[in-house]
């Protein structure tokens, strides 16, 4: 599968492609490092597959551990359609349940995107997670992004809210009263380094396409490509980080010291 979608894409391109390419690369610099075998690849909290059937579609073997069971039957006939069944495995499961589903083999890469926002504990989260990266593997991250969030509740008129969730420390953050987390660009940094790993690079997503009208991405030929174009052009670039809806982080797991 190539790294990037051809043609006019459409919306949710624009929202999901950044992603996509940081994975891609990431698969192909593990696959280059193991020729002879298969990647194994852990997708917590994937849903219904949009992310794992592309990678398995590479190729590699994917497992998806996911806590609704609505999602997993989209996975399966999801990875049917896409001729992919015998490389895209489910199981009903949370970060807690980890190690378990697991087993005793490791895995070169976890994608843990839309999960740090609303388990109990993110730092205990990823320590579940890095117990099953092997040394050397990776680890992607994806989060929302809490400027932007403020920005956006402040544009609405609920100045209130903004100033709350702005001043909220991600310890004191309670997902019952405060909604989902949102995290900065530092936040995830400092989350994610105490357990075990080397941050490989930190996008910027959904810079742009949160923002422009859809009416006018719609009326203008090209105007998709361009808003595409432009997410990618901003992605690696720390001073957009402000205005980013999500943040992807690319962390390699340091190898265990002998």
Known sequence: ???????????????????????????????????????????????????????????????????????????????????????????????????????????????????????????????ATAAVVRGGGFLSVVVSGRLSTVIGRALAGDTARARAMLDISLQDWDLRVDGPRRFSREEIIELVTPHGFAIDRVDAVRVFTDLVPSALVDAEPGARQGLLDLERAVAGRPEFSALAGQHHLVARRTPPHP
């Open 1 to 127: 599968m190539p790294a990037r979608p051809s043609g006019d894409p459409g919306r949710a391109a624009a929202r999901t492609a950044v992603v996509w390419d940081a994975v891609f690369e990431t698969v192909e610099v593990l696959a280059t490092a193991h020729p002879v075998r298969s990647l194994r690849v852990i997708d917590l909290g994937g849903g219904t597959g949009g992310l794992a059937v592309r990678i398995a579609e590479l190729g590699h073997q994917v497992l998806v551990v996911e806590p609704s069971p609505d999602a997993l039957a989209s996975l399966r006939r999801r990875a049917v359609e896409s001729g992919v069944e015998d490389h895209v495995f489910g199981v009903q499961g949370d970060a807690s349940e980890l190690r378990t589903h697991v087993g005793d083999e490791l895995a070169d890469m976890v994608l843990c995107h839309g999960v740090l926002e609303v388990v109990d504990d993110p730092s205990q989260a990823l320590a």
